[in-house]
């Protein structure tokens, strides 16, 4: 059963920098697509960015440039780069492994609280 743990949250300032990251375990099959999401209390989880297997990314519209989602090498890690961060995008981070067929399960992890101050 794939396990995700995501890290790197924290508290940052206005326009600051984080990168998170998404470790990937317990499989041996190759890592699927993958996505980041953010969710507001009393909102609904939001998509941020996605990568598929083939390192294809896309991003939403509210990103314009300031985020970017990566892996490094053969690593089972996938990172969220996040800048210029505004007050707004406090969230709760979450990484997803997309389902590899149609009846294949999705795996979510934990998440990891991002707190930005003005």
């Known amino acids: 059963q794939v396990h ?3 890290s790197g949250g924290g508290l940052v300032q206005a326009g600051g920098s984080l990168r998170l990251s998404c470790a990937r375990s317990g499989s041996i099959a190759r890592m699927g697509a993958m996505a980041w999401y953010r969710q507001v209390p ?3 989880r939001e998509l941020v960015a996605t990568m598929g297997r083939d390192s294809t990314t ?3 519209d509210f990103v314009k440039g300031r985020f970017a989602i990566f ?3 053969a690593e089972d890690t996938v990172y969220l780069q996040l800048n210029m961060l505004q007050p707004e995008e406090t969230a709760v981070y ?3 492994e997309e389902r590899a067929c149609l009846n294949c399960p999705e795996y979510w992890g934990q998440g990891t609280q991002v707190t930005v101050s003005s």
């Open 4 to 6: 995700l743990v995501e």
């Open 42 to 44: 009393g909102k609904q």
């Open 58 to 60: 896309t991003y939403a």
């Open 71 to 73: 892996r490094e090498g």
């Open 94 to 96: 979450y990484c997803k």
